[in-house]
């Protein structure tokens, strides 16, 4: 489990970006595999959900995790739900104890927020889609409405694919460029002609910022690069494979 200690200097908050390391799982979903849309065996996932959340001193039913789309949309959580009745969203606010809301990625950021003052909490999935539709400002607005203040939240970019591991191709760049000329930083030239290596870490640092979120901050990994400690869509499909595990991110108000 990875934390960062912006947001382990608040109080009453907990969280952990978990990498694949410490489950029961096994083959390609090897080991911390939390992802139950992938084709694993349901109780392994289960067991690997329990493990994490036992590491933030939790119950494996506080847990909130989403089905997610590369959507713009944002949840404001007041009770769990089943594991079988998740609804399609890819981010989630709370102000209510114990509940922990839960992000998975093999690739895509995961950004878990905070109000240092006010303990309400947010969670987001990050992809290039989700980023560039308005998915962290929606979070946000949605964490105002709860009544968190700007000034007062701490956003944390969790473990996701690396520049020199995103190539994209070219006309990839477009609509970010229309949103923002200055967008041109996150793209640097692959040895392919036409094509881009994008800084999905950056983009989303940046978008935080520009949201006036203060402090952000990150986790330094690529997640394709380092297949010890993470699981990655990219790798896996580069090596042809038909399925990858997930690993979890996960940010819990205390009681």
């Known amino acids: 489990m990875i934390t960062l200690s912006a947001l382990n200097e608040l109080n009453r908050i907990r969280h952990g970006f978990f990498t694949r390391e410490g489950g029961v799982s096994r083959g390609p979903y090897a080991s911390l595999n939390c992802g139950p849309g992938s084709q694993d065996d349901p109780a392994a996932v289960a067991e690997n959900r329990a493990r994490c959340m036992a590491l933030l001193d939790h119950p494996p039913e506080a847990l909130a995790t989403l089905y997610q789309a590369h959507t713009a949309e944002v949840v404001v959580v007041d009770t769990l739900w089943p594991s079988d009745r998740r609804p399609t969203a890819d981010a989630m606010v709370t102000s209510r104890p114990g509940i922990a809301l839960g992000i998975l990625t093999a690739d895509c950021a995961p950004v878990l927020l905070a109000d240092r003052h006010t ?12 980023a560039l539709g308005g998915v962290l400002r929606n979070t946000v607005a949605a964490m105002l ?111």
């Open 119 to 130: 303990g309400v909490i947010g969670a987001a999935h990050a992809g290039w889609k989700g």
């Open 145 to 255: 409405d709860l009544g968190a203040r700007k000034a007062s939240i701490i956003a944390a970019v969790g473990p996701c694919i690396g520049q020199r591991s995103y190539e994209v191709g070219p006309e990839f760049p477009k609509p970010f460029l229309a949103e923002d000329s200055g967008n041109a930083d996150y793209f640097a030239p692959a040895p392919r002609p036409g094509h881009f290596f994008f800084d999905l870490p950056g983009y989303v640092s940046r978008a935080l910022s520009h949201l006036g979120i203060s402090e952000v901050t990150r986790v330094p990994a690529d997640t394709c690069r380092d297949e010890t400690r993470f699981y990655s869509y990219r790798r896996g499909t580069l090596r042809g494979e038909p399925d990858y595990g997930r690993q979890l991110s996960a940010i819990v108000l205390e009681r």
